[in-house]
């Protein structure tokens, strides 16, 4: 009797075993290419727990003076009012911070299913790439 339990209890850990060996589809893309020293654009940086999110990010550059600006649109996901704060880091061509004194946090109130733009510029003409930064306020 022991035995033929111990056979049974074999052959189930072998068709168990069978079946986790099923393979997996993957998608990727056809063309693989590269380009050095791209810079990644439209990074926002958020917890991923709050129900505050950004849902639109644009960015555009002023024709007259050359500055960078961006509009970001953020969306309360709660049915709860929500406070968040928000700063945009500037960077220029080479990754370097451009650090001035209009680079501070604020504050946002949003109702419950609200959303609301928040507008940057940046502090000068050097400052080519971004990193918006958002933290809920608990």
């Known amino acids: 009797m022991k035995r033929m339990i111990q056979s049974i209890f074999t052959v189930g850990t072998l068709?168990?075993?069978a079946g986790c060996l099923s393979t997996v589809d993957t998608v990727e893309?056809?063309?693989?290419?590269?380009?050095?020293?791209?810079?990644?654009r439209k990074h926002v940086e958020t917890d991923a727990n709050t129900p505050i999110r950004v849902i639109d990010l644009v960015d555009a550059t002023d024709p007259n003076n050359g500055f960078l600006k961006i509009a970001?649109?953020?969306?309360?996901r709660?049915?709860?009012?929500?406070?968040?704060?928000?700063?945009c880091e500037w960077y220029d061509e080479n990754g370097m911070s451009v650090m001035t004194s209009l680079t501070h946090w604020s504050e946002i109130r949003l109702a419950g299913r609200d959303s609301r733009q928040v507008r940057f510029t940046a502090p000068n003409?050097?400052?080519?790439?971004?990193?918006?930064?958002l933290l809920e306020i608990r």
């Not at 893309?29 to 990644?40: D, F, G, H, Q, R």
């Not at 970001?72 to 309360?76: A, D, H, I, P």
């Not at 003409?125 to 930064?133: E, L, V």
């Open 15 to 17: 068709f168990c075993a």
């Open 29 to 40: 893309n056809w063309e693989k290419t590269y380009v050095a020293n791209e810079v990644i």
């Open 72 to 76: 970001v649109t953020l969306s309360n």
């Open 78 to 87: 709660s049915t709860s009012p929500r406070s968040a704060r928000y700063q």
């Open 125 to 133: 003409a050097r400052a080519k790439d971004y990193k918006i930064r």
